[in-house]
């Protein structure tokens, strides 16, 4: 099988997966109560991790851009449908190594939502009575979540899809080729997947050394996760509480 077609088969059981994973109906625990919860505090956690960026200049539109479009409690469910619409023509037109970014992207979120909902159904375990999230419980529940070996893989995929994008939306021309599919992609209904893109390339654009700002990012998580599973008093060094 040749590697373009492994990265179709890929791509397609992703997108299904994505479908399945987020539909109430087939996954009954994207009704728990504590799922919204769980999502608006750790896009707050994610937040004050990336206060640093934020407050820079020059890395604040990719740290924006991570925050917004790759590792947060965004909705993605409108971009992933676009690329399964496009997906034979994505195919044809777009290089082996953006295909596997985008895989990555998908699989990201899909893992990154399998947690969301595996945290939620321990916190109506260990919290029945409680509404919100605090640093402590948080800590928790991720430990009681457990599987220490596939969020390691969720930190993987942070620093596969940012570095990806980073390289693909460098490569020569990528800059033109949006800007003349704006209109055309809008008017196949395209607009989140393009939006997407054009929100990665203007921020990457920006944004220099690439490598390192994805390393740090890396890094610093791969930090918070060690901390969380071992249990430590401040597992998130002050910033959240």
């Not at 992207?105 to 909902?117: N, S, Y």
Request: include cysteine; charge should be positive; charged fraction near 30%.
């Amino acid at each position: 099988m040749s590697r373009t077609s492994e990265l179709s088969r890929r791509l397609g059981c992703l997108l299904a997966r994505h479908q399945a994973l987020h539909d109430p109906d087939r996954e009954p625990r994207n009704r728990l109560r504590w799922l919204p919860e769980v999502r608006r505090w750790q896009a707050l956690r994610l937040e004050a991790s990336f206060d640093h960026f934020l407050s820079d200049p020059r890395r604040r539109p990719a740290a924006q851009f991570f925050l917004s479009d790759v590792y947060n409690d965004r909705d993605f469910s409108r971009r992933d449908a676009d690329i399964a619409r496009v997906l034979p023509m994505m195919q044809r037109v777009l290089p082996g190594a953006m295909l596997g970014t985008l895989a990555d992207a998908i699989e990201l979120g899909v893992l990154t939502h399998a947690f969301d909902l595996r945290m939620a159904k321990v916190l109506e375990t260990i919290a029945p009575r409680r509404r919100t999230l605090d640093a402590a419980l948080y800590a928790q529940a991720y430990r009681s979540a457990g599987l220490l070996r596939l969020r390691a893989h969720q930190i993987d995929l942070i620093a596969r899809v940012g570095i990806g994008l980073a390289q693909a939306l460098h490569t020569p021309g990528v800059g033109m080729l949006l800007k003349l599919s704006r209109g055309p992609a809008r008017a196949a209904g395209l607009a989140e997947l393009q939006g997407f893109l054009e929100r990665g390339y203007s921020a990457f654009a920006q944004l220099g050394d690439a490598r390192a700002f994805i390393g740090e990012i890396e890094a610093d998580e791969r930090d918070v996760s060690q901390r969380l599973f071992e249990g430590t008093s401040d597992p998130f060094r002050g910033r959240m509480r």
